[in-house]
């Protein structure tokens, strides 16, 4: 069955940087887009950013461009999402997802957590 595990979250100050990873299992890795979403409390979960099968494609939301970094490693069946300059405002828990035939993958959330 389809397993997403992300870890990494943590506190961090605000202008502070942290590295999300996602390792997946349960499907052929190589062959999916893979995205990282946010979901702050009482809102509708929010796509951080997405990165294609081969990583040549990348894309980000608007908040946050030119402070991420979205990779894939393709042999450990792992993706990575690089948030700098973090603001306390982005304090949430982050969500990986894959998009298969028929449905959403999510995995458990790693919180991150912006503060001094």
């Known amino acids: 069955q389809v397993q997403l595990v992300e870890s990494g979250g943590g506190l961090v100050q605000p202008g502070g940087s942290l590295r999300l990873s996602c390792v997946a299992s349960?499907?052929?890795?190589?062959?999916?887009?893979m995205r990282w979403y946010r979901q702050a409390p009482g809102k509708e979960r929010e796509l951080v950013a997405t990165i294609s099968t081969t990583g040549g494609w990348k894309e980000f939301v608007d908040s946050m461009k030119g402070r991420l970094t979205i990779s894939r490693d393709n042999v450990k069946n792992t993706i990575y999402l690089k948030m700098n300059s973090l603001k306390p405002e982005e304090t949430t828990v982050y969500y990986c997802?894959?998009?298969?035939?028929?449905?959403?993958?999510w995995g458990q959330g790693t919180k991150v957590t912006v503060s001094s």
């Open positions: 349960g499907f052929t890795f190589s062959s999916y887009v």
């Open positions: 997802n894959v998009r298969t035939i028929g449905r959403d993958y």
